[in-house]
């Protein structure tokens, strides 16, 4: 493959001996121009941190043989965490009794509770405590931060509040948790996120010429911060900070970090091979919007239109619920469905919605600040878009039917139609693609009259249209031209 004048250009600075960052936009060949890279000079160690596994996999298959590709998880990893990895899955009760939540905190008798966000008491039972505690811990494992604090406990929709209390509940209990994973013989089970902070606060130096780090936009910075303290190797970190779409979860753009902490240039890849200049027109819509650094060039050999689509290949939604009402239409129309990531996300919700309508509290991260479903019914109508969607969802099928057209999902493979979430389509392609009506379109600001949207919301809906190589439905996206401002 002949190097674009971009890629020629990124080539030739690494050859300078300079720390790099690449702004490689959706489709831009942005692996091809690491390989090529790497190509470039086989007397080097270099080390690839991929993203994921499979990731990882290919570039060993296609990279140099001077190239260690690994994830982040991969570097990090020890033989002696293995056993402790393969542990049977223990449930938030099971983790509560195994570290004795009541006795850290002294609990004789009667269940503490807090006031909810709408005005009803929420009660914390142990199980609660101790799933709240374990998402401490893991916002905790990826951040730089050397000590467990405050600031990692989660806020939850419907206790925020509340805030004080549960912080109070949870941080003890979230402290003894980190000090029992880093037992050997810990009573809680070990994750891959706890080993790779363990390694992280080892200090360790990675033996290597080159580190070459990619989707550096959603990279933790737990991670980015080990990378950027590899002062003996040359560093080059690719990526699209438009497509920075994990920050809910931990992850930050490490490509503006190796840019204000090494000083390093940056360069760009802006001709996408994935699809014409129709559908790189609207995703210049939503670049220009968050006014990213690059802008796309579609590819004149490669057919795309933009218009109405009545049968795609992929339906990509803004939420879980979304996706799982998609897929409902889809198994009543007699259709094979495939849901990217499987039905078990969507089967823990509807189990979670269950409990609360039985009068039962739950532990899901995103219901269990709430006392009842009606209480979830009365928070989404005043005050969160996306848990209205959910509401639709089960109060219009209920857990059951939900649970039901789960397991009624059948592979990709199989499939006539596919169904994904934007976050779980990032890095996927489809021929023809339908953005779902989802995507809500942000509300004027009461005071200012300004339509402003969320800018990892603008982030989110350029991943979703850059997914499709020869025909876009953008259509549920229209409202774009109504957003007058973006915020953080």
């Given at each position: 493959?002949?190097?674009?004048?971009?890629?020629?250009?990124?080539?030739?600075?690494?050859?300078?001996?300079?720390?790099?960052?690449?702004?490689?936009?959706?489709?831009?060949?942005?692996?091809?121009?690491?390989?090529?890279?790497?190509?470039?000079?086989?007397?080097?160690?270099?080390?690839?941190?991929?993203?994921?596994?499979?990731?990882?996999?290919d570039a060993r298959r296609s990279f140099p043989s001077n190239v260690t590709a690994k994830t982040g998880h991969g570097l990090a990893f020890d033989p002696r965490y293995g056993a402790r990895l393969q542990r049977p899955r223990q449930t938030a009760h099971q983790a509560a009794q195994a570290l004795d939540v009541r006795t850290i905190h002294g609990i004789i008798g009667s269940t503490p509770s807090v006031m909810t966000d709408l005005g009803g008491l929420k009660a914390m039972t142990s199980k609660i405590i101790m799933r709240m505690a374990l998402d401490t811990v893991e916002r905790y494992c990826h951040s730089a931060d050397e000590d467990l604090v405050q600031k990692h406990v989660p806020q939850y929709d419907g206790l925020r509040k509340a805030r004080s209390e549960v912080v109070k509940l949870v941080?003890?209990?979230?402290?003894?948790?980190?000090?029992?994973?880093?037992?050997?013989?810990?009573?809680?089970?070990?994750?891959?996120?706890?080993?790779?902070?363990?390694?992280?606060?080892?200090?360790?130096?990675i033996p290597t010429d080159v580190v070459l780090l990619d989707e550096a936009q959603d990279t933790n910075?737990?991670?980015?911060?080990?990378?950027?303290?590899?002062?003996?190797?040359?560093?080059?970190?690719?990526?699209?900070?438009?497509?920075q779409i994990y920050s809910w979860r931990g992850a930050n753009d490490a490509l503006a970090k190796f840019t204000t902490e090494l000083g390093c240039p940056e360069l760009t890849?802006?001709?996408?091979?994935?699809?014409?200049?129709?559908?790189?027109?609207?995703?210049?819509?939503?670049?220009?919007?968050?006014?990213?650094?690059?802008?796309?060039?579609?590819?004149?050999?490669?057919?795309?239109?933009?218009?109405?689509?009545?049968?795609?290949?992929?339906?990509?939604?803004?939420?879980?619920?979304?996706?799982?009402g998609?897929?409902?239409?889809?198994?009543?129309?007699?259709?094979k469905v495939a849901l990217v990531g499987g039905g078990s996300a969507v089967k823990q919700l509807a189990w979670a919605a269950e409990a609360l309508q039985g009068g039962k509290p739950t532990d899901h991260p995103e219901l269990c600040g709430f006392a009842s479903w009606d209480d979830v019914r009365q928070y989404a109508a005043e005050e969160d878009g996306?848990?209205?969607?959910?509401?639709?969802?089960?109060?219009?099928?209920?857990?059951?039917?939900?649970?039901?057209?789960?397991?009624?999902?059948?592979s990709e493979q199989q499939a006539e139609l596919v169904v994904s979430t934007a976050h779980k389509a990032k890095g996927r392609e489809w021929p023809a693609v339908r953005i779902h009506g989802d995507f809500r379109a942000p509300k004027p600001d009461q005071k200012t009259?300004?339509?402003?949207?969320?800018?990892?919301?603008?982030?989110?809906?350029?991943?979703?249209?850059?997914?499709?190589?020869?025909?876009?439905?953008?259509?549920?996206?229209?409202w774009v031209r109504t957003v007058t401002a973006v915020t953080e």
């Open positions: 493959m002949t190097p674009t004048p971009e890629q020629r250009e990124a080539i030739d600075s690494y050859g300078d001996g300079l720390d790099q960052v690449l702004q490689a936009g959706a489709g831009c060949g942005k692996s091809a121009t690491l390989r090529m890279i790497s190509q470039a000079d086989a007397r080097r160690r270099m080390t690839y941190v991929a993203y994921n596994k499979t990731i990882a996999a941080l003890p209990v979230a402290r003894a948790a980190w000090a029992d994973l880093q037992r050997d013989e810990s009573v809680l089970n070990l994750s891959h996120d706890h080993y790779l902070k363990m390694w992280a606060l080892s200090k360790p130096t910075d737990v991670l980015s911060a080990v990378l950027l303290a590899q002062e003996h190797a040359q560093r080059i970190a690719v990526g699209d900070s438009a497509q890849l802006s001709q996408s091979f994935r699809f014409g200049p129709e559908i790189a027109a609207r995703a210049n819509i939503w670049l220009r919007l968050i006014d990213a650094p690059l802008r796309l060039t579609g590819w004149d050999a490669a057919e795309s239109a933009v218009g109405l689509l009545d049968a795609p290949d992929a339906i990509l939604c803004r939420t879980n619920a979304g996706a799982m998609i897929v409902m239409e889809g198994l009543a129309a007699g259709r996306s848990l209205e969607v959910l509401v639709k969802l089960v109060d219009e099928h209920g857990p059951d039917r939900i649970v039901a057209a789960a397991d009624g999902l059948v009259g300004l339509v402003i949207l969320p800018r990892e919301e603008a982030r989110l809906a350029y991943v979703a249209v850059t997914r499709a190589r020869e025909q876009l439905d953008d259509s549920a996206l229209d």
